[in-house]
């Protein structure tokens, strides 16, 4: 039996939401014991000494995308575990909107073997709730689900048809699989570069008003009502959808909301003067959403804080503003931008790590 025992660590418990000087004690790869800043004397670990620096789980990542198979060039199993423990993410949840879509076993099987050999950290994988993503039919979820998905979505893809994504989330319900959703209404998304208001007016940019995400979160709510399915909204950008989530959560829905750091530490005039690299999906919002936003998740409205890491290349980001690929990479500075949250006194340690790496529930 190994043991290791750190000392004079500050122990962030997300747990206890605690943020104290103590010692923890490690055996076989698991917590054993928590002491306070003494502890008894015990034979055999080996003594780790972290002069005062935090102690806190390994992260968590919901949403990454890895652009194997058919993208490597932009994302590969290997370099996203490098930029993952470059980050002090420990597992990574990966998205099926890949070419072409993980809608099958076999694919995501090949996968998974691909991420055990290449990756170098925890690597677990969603697959598509629709055949190619395309909205039309769903795909085999128990397969699936014995093949090891986690969780089933579309990503940013919103599957339209009331039909199909009801008849998916009975399915799943029945399953008890999870289904991971993108909430905006998708006619009004359609072609959007930025958020609509004075700032897109005066760049002569495409808008999407808040209030799409508030009509997909209304719509999404009601299926879950009529079929009963667990579910996940990926990202929460705006103040308008946060009160429909409270009251589908205080309704006893099994309903649970995520969101990305970049809508956490930015808003829409980050993007200045067309910087492509700040081009998301959804896009940024204004200050007063961001707070909102910040808000919720200190109060626990928002349960998970993610990177949506959406690697692309040179040349899908140097193009015109409106033509330019959505998604910006996340996984090394997860951390360190949820860190200025803290800074900056928004929110403590002890909720930080509760929404990145406690609340996951995969």
Same mark, same amino acid.
């Given at each position: 039996?190994?043991?290791?025992?750190?000392? =004079?660590? %500050?122990?962030?418990?997300?747990?206890?939401?605690?943020?104290?000087?103590?010692?923890?004690?490690?055996?076989?790869?698991?917590?054993?014991?928590?002491?306070?800043?003494?502890?008894? +004397?015990?034979?055999?670990?080996?003594?780790?000494?972290?002069?005062?620096?935090?102690?806190?789980?390994?992260?968590? +990542?919901?949403?990454?995308?890895?652009?194997?198979?058919?993208?490597?060039?932009?994302?590969?199993?290997?370099?996203?575990?490098?930029?993952?423990?470059?980050?002090?993410?420990?597992?990574?949840?990966?998205?099926?909107?890949?070419?072409?879509?993980?809608?099958?076993?076999?694919?995501?099987?090949?996968?998974? %073997?691909?991420?055990? +050999?290449?990756?170098?950290?925890?690597?677990?994988?969603?697959?598509?709730?629709?055949?190619?993503?395309?909205?039309?039919?769903?795909?085999?979820?128990?397969?699936?689900? /014995?093949?090891?998905?986690?969780?089933?979505?579309?990503?940013?893809?919103?599957?339209?048809?009331?039909?199909?994504?009801?008849?998916?989330?009975?399915?799943? #319900?029945?399953?008890?699989? @999870?289904?991971?959703?993108?909430?905006?209404?998708?006619?009004?998304?359609?072609?959007?570069?930025?958020?609509?208001?004075?700032?897109?007016?005066? %760049?002569?940019?495409?808008?999407?008003?808040?209030?799409?995400?508030?009509?997909?979160?209304?719509? /999404?709510? #009601?299926?879950?009502?009529?079929?009963?399915?667990?579910?996940?909204?990926?990202?929460?950008?705006?103040?308008?959808?946060?009160?429909?989530?409270?009251?589908?959560?205080?309704?006893?829905?099994?309903?649970?909301?995520?969101?990305?750091?970049?809508?956490?530490? @930015? =808003?829409?005039?980050?993007?200045? /003067?067309?910087?492509?690299?700040?081009?998301?999906?959804?896009?940024?919002?204004?200050?007063?959403?961001?707070?909102?936003?910040?808000?919720?998740?200190?109060?626990?409205?928002?349960?998970?804080?993610?990177?949506?890491?959406?690697?692309?290349?040179?040349?899908?980001?140097? @193009?015109?503003?409106?033509?330019?690929?959505?998604?910006?990479?996340?996984?090394?500075?997860?951390?360190?931008?949820? @860190?200025?949250?803290?800074?900056?006194?928004?929110?403590?340690?002890?909720?930080?790590? %509760?929404?990145?790496?406690? =609340?996951?529930?995969?």
């Amino acid at each position: 039996m190994s043991k290791t025992l750190f000392i =004079n660590a %500050r122990l962030i418990d997300p747990e206890a939401q605690t943020d104290a000087m103590g010692a923890l004690l490690v055996e076989d790869g698991r917590i054993a014991a928590v002491y306070g800043e003494t502890h008894p +004397d015990i034979t055999g670990p080996a003594i780790v000494d972290c002069q005062g620096q935090c102690l806190a789980p390994g992260i968590v +990542d919901i949403g990454v995308k890895v652009s194997e198979p058919g993208e490597r060039h932009k994302e590969s199993f290997r370099s996203a575990g490098r930029a993952a423990i470059a980050g002090g993410v420990t597992t990574i949840v990966t998205r099926p909107d890949t070419r072409p879509a993980i809608d099958t076993p076999e694919t995501l099987e090949y996968l998974r %073997r691909r991420a055990t +050999d290449d990756a170098g950290i925890n690597v677990l994988h969603m697959a598509a709730l629709t055949k190619g993503r395309e909205g039309r039919e769903m795909t085999e979820i128990g397969f699936l689900q /014995d093949a090891g998905a986690v969780a089933f979505s579309d990503a940013d893809r919103v599957v339209s048809d009331t039909k199909v994504i009801s008849r998916a989330l009975t399915y799943a #319900a029945s399953l008890n699989a @999870l289904v991971i959703g993108h909430v905006q209404e998708p006619i009004l998304s359609k072609g959007a570069a930025v958020t609509s208001g004075k700032f897109a007016s005066l %760049r002569g940019l495409p808008g999407v008003s808040p209030m799409a995400e508030r009509m997909g979160i209304d719509r /999404d709510i #009601a299926l879950l009502e009529m079929t009963g399915a667990a579910y996940h909204i990926d990202q929460i950008t705006t103040a308008r959808a946060l009160p429909p989530l409270e009251r589908a959560k205080a309704n006893g829905l099994n309903i649970t909301a995520g969101v990305g750091i970049h809508h956490l530490t @930015l =808003n829409e005039l980050d993007v200045a /003067d067309y910087r492509t690299f700040f081009k998301l999906k959804p896009p940024l919002r204004s200050e007063t959403d961001r707070l909102a936003v910040v808000e919720a998740v200190a109060s626990g409205l928002i349960d998970v804080i993610c990177s949506m890491h959406t690697p692309q290349d040179e040349e899908s980001k140097r @193009l015109p503003y409106q033509e330019a690929a959505s998604g910006a990479v996340g996984l090394q500075t997860l951390l360190p931008a949820a @860190l200025r949250l803290y800074h900056e006194d928004q929110l403590t340690l002890p909720q930080l790590f %509760r929404a990145m790496a406690l =609340n996951q529930m995969l």
